[in-house]
């Protein structure tokens, strides 16, 4: 798992819409990076719109918001479309950078144990290094804490 205050793994990943989005090209902002399990579900829903009503509040306090998951690039388009949300996602699909940042893990559910995403947010500063993590993250007021935690930079 990565630590605060240690340099985030850099990564370019395909983002909804087309094009790119790495790490490196976003320096001198903060860059909050939400990992969700999986588009249009009802957490991760709740979750993405949550940080879309937020987004020029984010924007105006110089940092960018990334929601990663294993989505292909399509459908993250269609969850986008279908929610009009204000936030880039990001594809993963082959969990390259969710392992990186230590949120690939081993999961349960009705006595089914299975790997995917831990929702798990991280806050890098506009230096590239990690400011925070929020581990199993609740979709509940979380994205104004985190917009807090923006402003306190």
């Given at each position: 798992?990565?630590?605060?205050?240690?340099?985030?793994?850099?990564?370019?990943?395909?983002?909804?819409?087309?094009?790119?989005?790495s790490?490196?090209?976003?320096?001198?902002?903060?860059?909050?990076?939400?990992?969700?399990?999986?588009?249009?579900?009802?957490?991760?829903?709740?979750?993405a719109?949550?940080?879309?009503?937020h987004?020029?509040?984010?924007?105006?306090?110089?940092?960018?918001?990334?929601?990663?998951?294993?989505d292909?690039?399509?459908?993250?388009?269609?969850?986008?479309?279908?929610?009009?949300?204000?936030?880039?996602?990001?594809?993963?699909?082959?969990?390259?950078?969710?392992e990186?940042?230590?949120?690939?893990?081993?999961?349960?559910?009705?006595?089914?144990?299975?790997?995917?995403?831990?929702?798990?947010?991280?806050?890098?500063?506009?230096?590239?290094?990690?400011?925070?993590?929020?581990?199993k993250?609740?979709?509940?007021?979380?994205?104004?804490?985190?917009?807090?935690?923006?402003?306190?930079l």
């Amino acid at each position: 798992m990565i630590e605060v205050g240690a340099k985030a793994p850099e990564f370019t990943l395909p983002r909804d819409g087309g094009g790119e989005v790495s790490l490196d090209s976003l320096s001198g902002q903060a860059v909050v990076l939400y990992f969700y399990p999986k588009d249009d579900t009802p957490g991760c829903t709740k979750e993405a719109i949550a940080f879309t009503e937020h987004a020029d509040a984010f924007g105006a306090a110089n940092a960018v918001v990334l929601g990663i998951s294993k989505d292909t690039v399509a459908k993250h388009d269609k969850f986008r479309d279908k929610h009009g949300l204000k936030v880039a996602l990001l594809s993963d699909e082959n969990s390259d950078v969710c392992e990186r940042y230590g949120v690939w893990k081993e999961k349960n559910m009705y006595g089914r144990t299975y790997m995917g995403i831990e929702r798990t947010t991280v806050l890098i500063d506009a230096s590239g290094n990690i400011a925070r993590i929020w581990p199993k993250v609740k979709v509940a007021g979380h994205a104004e804490d985190v917009l807090e935690a923006v402003k306190a930079l």
